[in-house]
């Protein structure tokens, strides 16, 4: 199957090819104890990305650095490969993007997540995926074998319908009908796929209207569910969220300096309720209340 892209591309000032030791990462905390990233930084350049932080971790900076050196995991695949062929029965779940869009635009190129997904089916493993990127539909194919086999979850990121406040918060992404289309095209090849409407941003886009238009967008273009989040802000990213601010919306700067401190950055207790109150939440048809939660599930 080919697939022709027709977004506009922001160029990386550098892609570097890096070796691994390991490839799947031990989760704590989270609903899944395994991930897998095939990147390192990410085109798609979001102001609010909280993965942003991990640039530290190579000496490089949070800023423009995120999304101007990355780095491809060339043996990534193989590593993978053999760390499966180890164990004695296949993860629960392993989840691919949660610190990096494994379907970034250079994933055109090195076609690492192709080969990883490939060898987690032939492994056996379940897998989630999350991504804002339309190359998703290049593996339509693969996704269905998976689908057939132990299972794959698409989780297509798409946080505003609103044109403006996409192209400020996430310039180097496709825009977000191009990324409904490609729920409505998973969707009907068969592959379980839904939105994730995070992050939803104060002040921005979490007033009724703007909460109601993107539900109705996914339930339109097929989606599974709607998973809804607040930001988070750490300490390491707030400052590029603040400029940003400072330059398109500096209305919000008080509110926002108020709302997001300490090293976490967590959204206060009365965002998140608010949040709750708004977004309808449902699990397997039944309506369940968590005022103080963060996350909000809504499946169609």
Not at 50 to 61: N, V
Not at 151 to 159: A, E, I, R, W
Not at 175 to 190: C, W, Y
Request: proline letters at 7%.
């Amino acid at each position: 199957m080919f697939y022709i892209c027709l977004e506009v591309v922001r160029v990386p000032r550098e892609v570097r090819a890096m070796t691994v030791k390991t490839a799947l990462n031990r989760v704590a905390g989270m609903p899944f104890q395994w991930s897998l990233n095939p990147y390192r930084g990410c085109q798609h350049a979001c102001v609010y990305c909280y993965a942003r932080a991990t640039h530290r971790f190579l000496d490089l900076g949070v800023g423009d650095d995120f999304s101007q050196i990355l780095m491809a995991k060339a043996n990534l695949p193989e590593v993978l490969d053999r760390e499966l062929a180890r164990r004695r029965s296949p993860p629960a779940r392993v989840v691919v993007g949660t610190a990096t869009d494994p379907y970034q635009p250079i994933e055109g190129r090195w076609r690492i997540t192709e080969r990883c997904l490939m060898v987690l089916h032939r492994h056996r493993v379940p897998v989630e995926i999350i991504t804002k990127g339309t190359l998703i539909r290049r593996d339509v194919d693969l996704l269905q074998r998976m689908a057939a086999g132990a299972g794959v979850t698409v989780c297509v990121s798409v946080p505003t319908v609103d044109d403006a406040i996409w192209r400020e918060t996430e310039p180097g992404t496709p825009a977000p009908r191009h990324r409904l289309a490609t729920v409505r095209a998973l969707v009907s090849a068969g592959i379980r796929a839904g939105v994730l409407m995070a992050p939803i941003l104060p002040g921005l886009t979490d007033d009724a209207v703007h909460l109601r238009q993107a539900l109705t967008a996914a339930r339109d273009h097929g989606a599974a569910f709607v998973h809804a989040d607040v930001v988070r802000l750490s300490a390491e990213v707030r400052p590029v969220f603040m400029a940003y601010l400072s330059d398109r919306h500096p209305d919000q700067l008080g509110d926002y300096g108020r709302w997001f401190r300490g090293e976490a950055g967590f959204a206060p207790g009365h965002l998140r309720q608010r949040m709750a109150a708004m977004v309808p939440s449902r699990a397997e048809g039944e309506r369940r209340d968590e005022p103080r939660a963060a996350q909000v599930t809504f499946d169609f």
